[in-house]
């Protein structure tokens, strides 16, 4: 059975950081590319950034330069690096292995408010 695990969410000021953490189990971690998406109020889920079995990266437009995707292999987790926040970063952060699995983790809430 899959599960997701997200955390390392909060409040933080603009211009702040956050690392978010995923513990993913129920299928083999390194054989998977993951991402991690978010949802923001009122708006659909969207992919922000995606790391591939070899380290390869894509991050969306939106947020290059600011969030950085990694892994873990030996401790089958993927991260996520948020710096220099922006309030339009607040959402709900969701990992999944890429494709996407049909079930979702409760997600980690980031707010970025002052």
């Known amino acids: 059975q899959v599960q997701l695990v997200e955390s390392g969410g909060g409040l933080v000021q603009p211009g702040g950081s956050l690392r978010l953490s995923c513990e993913p189990s129920?299928?083999?971690?390194?054989?998977?590319?993951m991402g991690w998406w978010r949802q923001a109020p009122g708006k659909s889920r969207e992919l922000v950034a995606r790391i591939g079995r070899m380290g390869g990266v894509y991050v969306t437009d939106s947020v290059k330069g600011r969030l950085t995707i990694s892994r873990d292999d030996v401790k089958s987790t993927v991260y996520l690096q948020m710096d220099r926040l922006q309030s339009e970063d607040t959402a709900v952060y969701y990992c999944?292995?890429?494709?996407?699995?049909?079930?979702w983790g409760q997600g980690t809430q980031v707010t970025v408010s002052s």
């Open positions: 999944n292995r890429v494709p996407s699995y049909p079930s």
């Open positions: 129920g299928f083999p971690f390194t054989a998977a590319a």
